[in-house]
């Protein structure tokens, strides 16, 4: 192929799977995207070009489409209507009686088992190439940098070497296609989620990046571990995005995988199961990276907040789910208010506007939405406060009989409080269910 390069022809590959990229030095795409190859000199990594992008990619996320010694049989074979013909009658069979389904399931199996090796290798190139390395020089780095820059990658390294000899267990060198995979996903589904805090690091250790290749010696050094460890020509913070990668990529190898495997399958209901265990993976890792994004923000917001009491938000909550302005009424006098509330998940805070500045804030209370109901009010006379309401609804508290009116300005603003209590103890259920709010609150 690198012949053909030189040659002038141009070269096109299929991408197999989606190739999601934070730097700019490497190529991003879609499965199914066609890219023009142009410099394959390195095996693992070639340079290509979609429309105007240029970077890099690795050469094991495509299939090439010009490529005079593949055999055909490694695509799938096409009846009326653009259908995979996989019909008993009609299937086209290569040797050992396999159809062109078991081929394009060997073909997956291969691609997961060499992708996975060739993931190990890079695991230990970071871990011995740069992680030892950086040890070895105390006099430039301390070991809280070391855990910004790597995160837990060393853990990663760890649970991988485990999972590549379970799948290798399963793997059926006679016949690839017959390889039971999926109960080695669903058995090491629980371990992936330490993907979770290196995802979450991540930018963090970018950041740090960035700042010491400001310096000179830094930029030596890394070099020199690079090269020192054979490691192709891609920069550390690209070596390092690659686990962010990966834990995004299994879902995509799954259904490729179950795209290819029959009903009839000893394998068909663990990879279908693995391919749910997998994405509710990735959904899970990316659900608490986005929290924790959200922790800044909230930190922030209530340092501006004047006059603070009581516990920090965050001990509590992760997200703002809805805030606004609404007029509270207080018993016995039903004295009205003009507050600034902001929604959170458990806690409704309370603020007052400052007459003057009105962009600055105080502290009033809050109300622990673990212990409330909402009750909707018509519009009228309210018999409990015995006065006129509109756009209002309650909050009930079900341990003390306490109850706080509030009225909106608008029946759609009303309506979207109303939407937001809701859309908080959905929060909140989810939360539980999946363990995101233990494992926030570990965070915080």
Not at 414 to 442: I, N, Y
Request: a negative charge; hydrophobic letters at 35%; one cysteine or more.
């Amino acid at each position: 192929m690198t012949l053909l390069i030189s040659d002038g022809s141009v070269v096109y590959a299929e991408a197999l799977w989606d190739h999601v990229t934070m730097d700019d030095q490497e190529l991003g795409f879609k499965a199914g995207d066609v890219i023009e190859v142009m410099d394959a000199t390195n095996k693992e990594w070639w340079w290509g070009r979609i429309l105007d992008s240029e970077g890099w990619f690795p050469a094991s996320f495509v299939r090439l489409r010009v490529n005079q010694d593949e055999p055909m049989e490694d695509y799938p074979l096409k009846v009326e209507g653009g259908k995979e013909d996989d019909s008993s009658s009609g299937t086209r069979r290569f040797g050992m009686g396999q159809t062109t389904k078991d081929q394009m399931r060997t073909n997956v199996i291969n691609e997961i088992i060499s992708t996975e090796r060739d993931y190990i290798k890079h695991l230990k190139d970071i871990c011995e190439g740069y992680i030892k390395q950086c040890r070895k020089r105390a006099d430039m780095f301390t070991e809280e940098q070391l855990k910004t820059i790597f995160g837990n990658i060393e853990d990663i390294y760890r649970c991988q070497k485990k999972f590549v000899k379970a799948l290798e267990k399963k793997f059926n060198k006679d016949h690839p296609h017959l390889s039971e995979v999926g109960s080695c996903f669903l058995e090491y589904q629980t371990e992936f989620q330490i993907y979770s805090e290196y995802c979450n690091n991540h930018p963090n250790a970018c950041m740090e990046l960035s700042r010491l290749t400001k310096v000179n010696k830094y930029v030596y050094f890394f070099e020199a571990c690079r090269l020192l460890q054979k490691m192709i020509d891609i920069s550390l913070d690209g070596f390092l995005l690659t686990p962010v990668q990966k834990i995004c990529k299994y879902p995509l190898q799954l259904a490729e995988l179950l795209k290819y495997t029959n009903p009839q399958h000893r394998d068909f209901k663990d990879v279908e199961a693995a391919l749910n265990a997998m994405k509710n993976v990735a959904r899970l890792i990316n659900e608490r990276k986005r929290r924790l994004e959200n922790i800044d923000k909230i930190a922030q917001w209530q340092s501006s907040i004047e006059d603070w009491e009581g516990e920090d938000v965050l001990v509590r909550s992760s997200e703002l789910i809805y805030s606004g302005e609404l007029t509270k009424i207080s018993h016995p006098q039903a004295k009205s208010q003009q507050r600034m509330f902001f929604l959170f998940d458990h806690q409704l805070v309370c603020c007052k506007k400052d007459l003057l500045r009105r962009d600055i804030l105080y502290y009033k209370s809050r109300i622990n939405m673990d212990d409330m109901e909402i009750l909707d009010v018509e519009d009228g006379k309210d018999k409990d406060f015995n006065i006129s309401v509109k756009n209002a609804f309650k909050l009930h508290c079900r341990d003390t009989e306490e109850v706080h009116l509030f009225c909106a300005k608008k029946p759609e603003q009303k309506q979207r409080w109303l939407k937001a209590f809701e859309s908080e103890r959905r929060q909140v259920q989810l939360d539980q269910e999946t363990g995101t709010e233990r494992t926030m609150q570990h965070f915080f």
